[in-house]
């Protein structure tokens, strides 16, 4: 039941842009995204309900269309400290969570 | 603070040696899981469990138990360890009541090596 997750890595300059895309072959009721440093825990970024909202959290965004079960995380102007690995969990309505395989974002100077 | 905390943080044991990992929250959550993460795979949960003696199976259940005697605990089982249970394991928590807008907290993960 693992969402899928799209690029597996990218590598970006300091100020440059990325998508970060997730989608489930079930109906969805929320679509949660998380970063995680390596060798850390996975740390909460947003929570997005179905309905199409959007969220944002300083320069990092994301919208969930619930048509296509499909989400993506927009980071813009991307700094140095948003490096990680960057996970999607999906929940179908059953209050559990299931988490995609991640997407390594690195970001150089 | 609120928390989820594990234990051991590292553990290095032997094929076949029972073992098992704590997991602990103090923020009254209903919501306990398991995960395990290993390269290329992401997190795949093992067992999850929606309230006290109320578990259930995740994607990855074999070769391990849980229980739910108390709401704040949520230990994982390791009956008979082999090699491929090797890996980074994640406890974490979440409040299911009224808004749905509940983010899940994480422990701070536990190493296993299983030779």
């Known amino acids: 039941q693992q969402p899928v997750q799209s690029p597996q890595a990218v590598i970006l300059r300091e100020g440059e842009d990325a998508v970060i895309n997730c989608s489930s072959s079930?109906?969805?009721?929320?679509v949660h995204w998380y970063r995680q440093k390596h060798g850390e825990a996975p740390v909460f970024l947003m929570i997005?309900?179905?309905?199409?909202e959007q969220k944002g959290h300083d320069k990092i965004s994301a919208s969930f269309n619930e048509k296509k079960q499909q989400s993506s995380l927009y980071l813009t102007a991307s700094q140095l400290s948003y490096s990680g690995t960057y996970f999607c969990?999906?929940?179908?309505?059953?209050?559990?969570?299931?988490f995609g395989t991640g997407t390594r974002l690195t970001v150089i100077p | 603070e609120a928390q989820v905390t594990q234990n051991p943080r590292y553990l290095i044991t032997v094929t076949g040696k029972k073992l098992t990992v704590t997991c602990s929250q103090n923020?009254?959550?209903?919501?306990m899981s398991w995960y395990r993460q290993d390269p290329g795979l992401g997190l795949r949960q093992i067992y999850y469990?929606?309230?006290?003696?109320?578990?259930d199976k995740g994607d990855v259940p074999e070769g391990y138990k849980v229980s739910r005697k108390e709401k704040r605990n949520f230990p994982l089982i390791l009956e008979s360890p082999s090699p491929n249970q090797t890996s980074l394991y994640f406890c974490?928590?979440?409040?299911?009541?009224?808004?749905?807008?509940?983010?899940?907290?994480f422990g701070p993960g536990t190493r296993l090596t299983v030779l």
């Open positions: 923020m009254n959550h209903e919501y």
């Open positions: 469990s929606m309230n006290v003696e109320v578990t």
């Open positions: 079930k109906a969805l009721y929320s």
């Open positions: 969990g999906t929940e179908t309505g059953a209050n559990n969570l299931f």
């Open positions: 997005l309900l179905k309905g199409g």
């Open positions: 974490a928590s979440r409040y299911l009541a009224t808004s749905p807008y509940n983010e899940q907290f």
